[in-house]
């Protein structure tokens, strides 16, 4: 998204990337309803674990038509569900352990 124009910092800076390719997530709320959202996918250096942490990167999300969801990524299976605040538990950005794959499920 940086070579696009986005607002954000150069990679080799920021030391995340935004993919241009929004993902597609299921949730599971407490009430144990499954909500299916559009999240930006951050692809961060694993040697700068917080760099999602970005001021700049914030207010970007949140001027995206996915409202702020964001899926964090260290590794093809480490990475965190990132909650904007208007949908967060607790009204702040808010990270929420996930269960990331890329596997699809088998269809039987």
Request: aromatic letters at 10%.
């Amino acid at each position: 998204m940086w070579l696009m124009g986005a607002p954000i910092s150069r990679p080799d800076k920021s030391h995340y990337v935004v993919d241009m390719m929004p993902d597609h997530v299921a949730v599971t709320t407490d009430e144990g309803k499954v909500e299916h959202v559009t999240a930006a996918q951050i692809w961060c250096d694993p040697n700068y674990p917080n760099a999602h942490r970005d001021p700049a990167l914030y207010k970007f999300l949140l001027s995206l038509p996915i409202e702020g969801f964001a899926i964090v990524r260290w590794s093809q299976s480490k990475g965190i569900m990132l909650i904007p605040p208007h949908s967060s538990p607790t009204g702040k950005w808010y990270e929420m352990p996930s269960n990331v794959t890329d596997k699809l499920p088998e269809v039987s």
